[in-house]
C-alpha cells in the first residue's frame, strides 16, 4: 500500500485522542496536503458477530484531529467529526480506509 508518513517514535506522534501513534497503526495515506492516518481500537468480543472500530485522524499540519470513526459492521453508519460530514471526500476516504483493513502497513 502507501509508504508510511508518520514518524515511528518521538513525542509528537500522538492519536488525537492522545493515545500513541503505534498503538493499533494500520496504516496512513494522503490526499492534498492533508494525511490521513488509520487506528484499530480493538473488538469486542462479547459481541456476535465480533465487531471491531476504527479511528482516523487527519493532520494538515496542526497536529491530529479525529476524522471519523467507524466500525466493519457495513450496516454501521460511520460518525464523521462535524467539520467531515458531508465532505465529498467521505466516500474515497472509506475506500482507502477498507483497502488499509485488508493490507495494514506492517513496516
Same mark, same amino acid.
Given at each position: 500500500?502507501?509508504?508510511s508518513?508518520?514518524?515511528?517514535?518521538?513525542?509528537y506522534?500522538?492519536?488525537?485522542?492522545?493515545?500513541?501513534?503505534?498503538?493499533?497503526?494500520?496504516?496512513?495515506?494522503?490526499?492534498?496536503?492533508?494525511?490521513?492516518?488509520?487506528?484499530?481500537? =480493538?473488538?469486542? !468480543?462479547?459481541?456476535?458477530? +465480533?465487531? &471491531? @472500530?476504527?479511528?482516523? /485522524? #487527519?493532520?494538515? =499540519?496542526?497536529? !491530529?484531529?479525529?476524522?471519523? +470513526?467507524f &466500525? @466493519?459492521?457495513?450496516? /454501521? #453508519?460511520?460518525?464523521?467529526?462535524?467539520?467531515?460530514?458531508?465532505?465529498?471526500?467521505?466516500?474515497?476516504?472509506?475506500?482507502?480506509?477498507?483497502?488499509?483493513?485488508?493490507?495494514?502497513?506492517?513496516?
Amino acid at each position: 500500500m502507501a509508504s508510511s508518513t508518520v514518524p515511528e517514535d518521538g513525542p509528537y506522534n500522538l492519536r488525537s485522542d492522545g493515545k500513541p501513534g503505534v498503538d493499533g497503526y494500520l496504516g496512513d495515506f494522503r490526499r492534498g496536503p492533508a494525511v490521513f492516518t488509520l487506528y484499530s481500537l =480493538g473488538s469486542h !468480543p462479547a459481541q456476535r458477530p +465480533r465487531v &471491531t @472500530d476504527y479511528l482516523l /485522524d #487527519v493532520d494538515d =499540519g496542526g497536529g !491530529p484531529r479525529e476524522c471519523c +470513526r467507524f &466500525t @466493519d459492521d457495513r450496516e /454501521d #453508519v460511520p460518525e464523521w467529526a462535524a467539520s467531515w460530514q458531508g465532505d465529498e471526500w467521505c466516500p474515497w476516504l472509506l475506500e482507502q480506509c477498507r483497502a488499509l483493513i485488508a493490507e495494514p502497513d506492517t513496516t
